[in-house]
């Protein structure tokens, strides 16, 4: 599976921001989906994840309430929709086939999208 993220930019405190993760090589509808970031100098974290149906999904605490993730599997797509940004939420977004919190469960990374919020 190729994954290629996009949407990432630089966009001010308490905006909003789309992310895409476009799945290529292989259906996605089989398989949980999940959103990391990694900031400069810190380890790639959770942000959010959904199960294959897209009934199910999980969420780190930081973004709770803020961040929605959502699939279309007949598009073959993984999105993250980002509201009230903060500055701490700057890093490298990346994309993963695989469903939890821990990243040594997941597959086929994508390249990552930098997401940048100034205060």
């Known amino acids: 599976v190729q994954l290629q993220a996009s949407g990432g930019g630089l966009v001010q405190a308490g905006e909003s921001l789309g992310l895409s993760c476009a799945a290529s090589g292989r259906t996605i509808s089989s398989y949980g989906m999940g959103w990391f970031r990694q900031a400069p100098g810190k380890e790639r974290d959770v942000v959010a994840s959904?199960?294959?149906?897209?009934?199910?999904?999980y969420y780190a605490n930081s973004v709770k309430g803020r961040f929605t993730i959502s699939r279309d599997n007949a598009k073959n797509t993984v999105y993250l929709q980002m509201n009230n940004l903060r500055p701490e939420d700057t890093a490298v977004y990346y994309c993963?086939?695989?469903?939890?919190?821990?990243?040594?469960?997941?597959?086929?990374w994508g390249q990552g999208t930098l997401v940048t919020v100034s205060s």
């Open positions: 959904i199960t294959m149906s897209g009934v199910s999904t």
């Open positions: 993963g086939v695989g469903y939890g919190s821990r990243s040594s469960v997941y597959d086929y």
